[in-house]
């Protein structure tokens, strides 16, 4: 089983560069989450959505945006990236909402 | 908004050794979760508890959802090097609310 996959790995970004984040998952859950993780902070949401062509904002949504076309695909995009971006990110999917969630293996993305 | 407390930030502990780890909040969960992040990797979920008192275990791990529901407990038994990495504890006050993180516990486990 694949589960949550998240690509890139790793990514490097100059200030005021865009990218998107990828993430698919194969268990047909309705849930999908980002989060990002910093050092000694937890994990803080970004984004959610509870099915195809819903999304909603977490905790700390500013400079980021999402779309959920599919069940299985949830792409975060950061627009114009800043240094304030540095961060781990973590995909994670859940068949009902706050259950058991289900995690990707993260990118870590550096923006200088 | 609804926080939960866990500390200390960091835990050093001798191989064989047994370790609690506690996370409390002012509010009250209906649901606990306890998960482990390995280095370099995403959490994954350890124990998940549903009731006020509930005592589960999952291998050498035990954890227990408090009376108040405020709280949950995490013990780990002869603990073992592959035990480091981050426990996060987490809880739902609603059904279909969001979850709610700790910051999480760095455990080392020194051989």
């Known amino acids: 089983n694949a589960g949550v996959t998240q690509t890139p790995k790793f990514r490097i970004l100059k200030i005021g560069q865009s990218m998107t984040l990828q993430c698919t998952q194969d268990m047909n859950h309705n849930y999908m989450y980002w989060y990002r993780q910093d050092p000694g902070m937890g994990l803080k949401l970004i984004y959610y959505?509870?099915?195809?062509?819903?999304?909603d904002k977490g905790e700390v949504p500013n400079g980021y945006n999402v779309s959920r076309s599919t069940t299985e695909d949830f792409p975060l995009r950061l627009e114009l990236a800043a240094p304030s971006q540095t961060s781990v990110y973590f995909c994670a999917s859940s068949y009902r909402g706050g259950e058991k969630l289900f995690f990707g293996s993260g990118t870590q993305l550096s923006v200088l | 908004g609804q926080q939960l407390n866990q500390s200390p930030q960091s835990m050093f502990i001798q191989e064989g050794e047994d370790v609690s780890m506690n996370c409390t909040s002012s509010?009250?969960?209906?649901?606990w979760l306890w998960y482990k992040q390995d280095p370099g990797e995403g959490p994954v979920l350890l124990i998940a508890l549903y009731k006020a008192g509930e005592l589960t275990s999952n291998g050498r791990l035990t954890a227990q959802f408090g009376i108040t529901r405020k709280d949950s407990f995490l013990n780990i038994s002869a603990s073992i090097p592959s035990d480091v990495g981050i426990y996060f504890c987490?809880?739902?006050?609603?059904?279909?609310?969001?979850?709610?993180f700790g910051k999480g516990i760095t455990l080392s486990v020194r051989p």
């Open positions: 509010s009250i969960f209906n649901t």
């Open positions: 959505s509870v099915g195809a062509g819903i999304t």
């Open positions: 987490a809880g739902q006050s609603g059904a279909n609310s969001k979850l709610t």
